[in-house]
């Protein structure tokens, strides 16, 4: 409203002082109507709602007052200012004037000027507070819209307002907790020990500081009516006014419920087994890793067992992998009872699920006498398992199975949980090659075949922790129907250096303690991840390169293990054509979906694919087709035989022929000599690789290396 074009209401009796403020007025600029008496005033408002009414005290039919007071009880005239005229000074009439209601008064004779002034500041201090109205209800609106709760407070701290939120989370209204001290309607917990605690109100009022809780830790906010529970971050703020001075706080909560929930479940999937309920593995070593690293732990004695089940697999293979989860279940509900019935004999436990059939428990603070009497009691009470299972032909089966415990006995010379776990479990191994279902303790014995394992799983633990722990060589794959060249194309190999001399380790020598013990994704996490450091550290050699291999273990085909492949390989700068990876026929027969489907992934990436080693158990050519290859590379057992075996030459072509037919191309390995490479060349094989051709060298070594043809 703009007071210039306001509406103003002139109720007088006297036709003469109606016109000159009608006049006055409209000289000023605002729009007048003028009545004359109270009675109609009212009828006047009802019907048009005017900004101003400028009303006189003494008119016949009905008085300016008893009119203002009618007036006053309309809803629409509440922000409605009247100014009185009068001719009464005196203090009774001018105080009754004020209680029906008017806004402000002016004497007869009217002085046209200060009547004018009046008129002015009062529209102007009416559409101020019209502006201030509209901002508080957005405000109101506001607070009552967002998602988080709402408390203010005066600067006693006492409650002065909560927004719909805030009442829903705590179960008072504004009305209810108006005037009450915040902490006796604001009700938390410490998230992680349940004890009641006090927002720290104090540090906004006298401090004048803003409170903002950590991102990852959240508040117990409990419901007045003590049935409801929600997870909160909460924060404070103090109030100021226009001189800086704290009048009060602002506090906000988040409710975190449903994400702190979401938080907790995929926390506790990420350490429990899905299958049993128990601990996983990787949650088992973050605990060994503690009783191993923790100064004072490590002062006391612990036990650690590693149990494999006897038997499990029969179970499996008669009844299928239902009867064998069902069978896990059982055991793992029957070792936690187990436990609990042997606590006094330690101070702390752990169980877990390793993996397969095979389970871990680590007892704290637990001598061997004691550990041993819980292994026995452990092999006693799975023997003593009888699982029924019906099969699909409603035919009832029995199972007995038993357990080989390895006991680990974990002191101060035991620092690396990784080894911790390989050395229970090769006494697990021994405990099932004397005889299974009974205990086996270890004991550090250089001349054990476990203990020369053990060896290599410590070297292969700190070596991936050091830079320079392993290396990659390559050995060059040249194409037989074109130019040589030995650094298009390569095959990478891991090599583990020597902490004693110069030399490097081949594979052969430390390969099967890292199958058996696990390490094997760790050891090919490794090769690719520095292949793709070197890689795009060497971007004139990437231009160049056509492709190289890399081998995939079968103990690689995890879920989370091709996840992390596909990311790394999105996230670098490596056209992923020149990326072609190797799985093995053996592993690729035995393991034929979960190959399949990193196959199918990694193709529909732009990688290419090799199954490796074919001919080595003569697959069938209806798996061959199955596979989304590129490369098949025939196994050396048959390349070395080509010289003199008829039968084998003709097996090699018969390979290379109808891999052709099925547009792969083709690689002969271990070629060792000038004849059998003339024989490929007859033979038509696409690519060879072998010591005849290159022995392998450091990767490093290849930016240096020209290219070169070896046969004219």
């Known amino acids: 409203m703009n007071s210039k074009s306001a509406h103003i209401l002139v109720a007088d009796d006297s036709a003469l002082v109606r016109d000159i403020l009608k006049q006055a007025l409209q000289k000023y600029g605002y729009i007048v109507t003028l009545v004359k008496n109270g009675q109609q005033a009212i009828d006047y408002f009802i019907a048009h709602n005017p900004d101003l009414i400028l009303m006189d005290a003494d008119m016949p039919i009905l008085d300016g007052i008893s009119a203002c007071i009618q007036i006053k009880k309309l809803p629409a005239a509440k922000h409605t200012p009247i100014i009185m005229i009068t001719a009464f000074v005196e203090t009774k009439k001018i105080d009754s004037a004020f209680v029906a209601g008017v806004t402000d008064y002016i004497t007869k004779p009217v002085n046209l000027g200060v009547l004018r002034n009046r008129i002015h500041y009062i529209l102007q201090a009416k559409q101020a507070e019209g502006a201030l109205f509209a901002e508080k209800e957005k405000a109101l609106v506001t607070l009552a819209s967002i998602g988080d709760g709402v ?20 179960g008072w209204t504004t009305k209810q907790a108006k005037g009450l001290p915040l902490n006796e309607v604001l009700h938390l917990q410490d998230e992680k020990n349940n004890k009641p605690i006090d927002f720290p109100l104090h540090r906004c009022l006298n401090e004048g500081k803003t409170i903002v809780k950590l991102k990852n830790y959240c508040t117990i906010l409990i419901h007045q009516e003590g049935n409801k529970k929600f997870a909160v971050n909460d924060s404070g703020a103090p109030i100021r006014d226009r001189a800086g001075n704290i009048i009060g706080v602002v506090l906000v909560f988040s409710d975190m419920t449903k994400s702190r929930e979401m938080t907790n479940t995929l926390a506790y999937k990420a350490s429990h087994d899905s299958l049993t309920g128990l601990y996983n593995r990787n949650e088992f070593k973050v605990h060994l890793e503690n009783i191993t690293q923790n100064s004072e732990l490590k002062k006391q ?19 299928g992998h239902e009867a064998g989860d069902h069978l896990l279940k059982e055991v793992a509900l029957l070792l936690q009872q187990r436990v609990t019935d042997n606590q006094q004999l330690f101070s702390n436990s752990v169980l877990a699920r390793l993996g397969g059939d095979e389970f871990g428990l680590l007892l704290e603070c637990c001598t061997t006498k004691s550990a041993l009497e819980i292994a026995n009691d452990l092999c006693k009470s799975i023997k003593n398992i009888k699982f029924f299972w019906n099969n699909t032909g409603h035919d009832k089966n029995v199972f007995t199975i038993g357990v080989s415990i390895g006991l680990l006995p974990v002191d101060e010379q035991v620092i690396h949980p990784k080894n911790a776990l390989a050395m229970a479990d090769s006494a697990c191994y021994a405990a099932k090659n004397t005889g299974r279902n009974n205990v086996h303790i270890y004991q550090k014995n250089k001349k054990r075949p476990t203990d020369k394992n053990i060896h290599w799983v410590s070297l292969i633990n700190n070596n991936l922790e050091k830079k ?112 072609c990876f190797e799985f093995s026929e053996t592993t690729s027969m035995s393991n034929f979906s979960e190959v399949f489907s990193f196959m199918t992934r990694l193709k529909k990436l732009g990688c290419r694919l090799a199954l490796d ?100």
């Open 151 to 170: 408390i203010t407070t005066d600067a006693e701290g006492k409650i002065e307002f909560l927004n719909p939120v805030a009442t829903k989370l705590t």
């Open 301 to 319: 004695e612990h036990a650690l067992l590693f149990m494999d089940l006897d038997n499990f697999k029969i179970v499996n293979d008669t009844c």
């Open 468 to 579: 320079d722990g392993f290396s990659l060589f390559y050995q060059p794959i040249v194409s037989l129907q074109g130019q040589h060249n030995f650094t298009n194309c390569y095959e990478v190999l891991l090599r583990m250096n020597d902490p004693e001399d110069n030399n490097v380790i081949l594979p052969g020598a430390f390969l099967s303690a890292a199958v058996r013990y696990n390490l094997m994704p760790s050891l090919d996490k490794w090769v690719i991840k520095t292949l793709f450091i070197w890689l795009q550290n060497n971007p004139n050699h990437l231009k160049q390169l056509d492709f190289c291999t890399i081998n995939i273990s079968g103990y690689s085909l995890s879920e989370n293990f091709l996840n992390t492949l596909i990311k790394n390989i999105s996230l670098s700068e490596i056209p992923p054509q020149k990326l």
């Open 613 to 712: 080693n074919f001919g080595t158990g003569m697959a069938s050519f209806n798996y061959l087709k199955r596979l989304p290859l590129d490369l098949l590379k025939i196994d050396g057992v048959w390349i070395k035989k080509l010289i003199n075996g008829k039968v084998d030459y003709a097996i090699i072509k018969s390979i290379n022929e109808i891999a052709h037919l099925m547009q792969l191309q083709t690689i002969a390995e271990y070629v060792e000599s000038q004849e059998i490479l003339n024989k490929l060349y007859e033979i038509e094989v696409d690519y060879a690789q072998g010591y005849w051709i290159k022995v392998p060298q450091s990767l490093k070594k290849i930016i240096t290396i020209e290219s070169t043809s070896f046969l004219k």
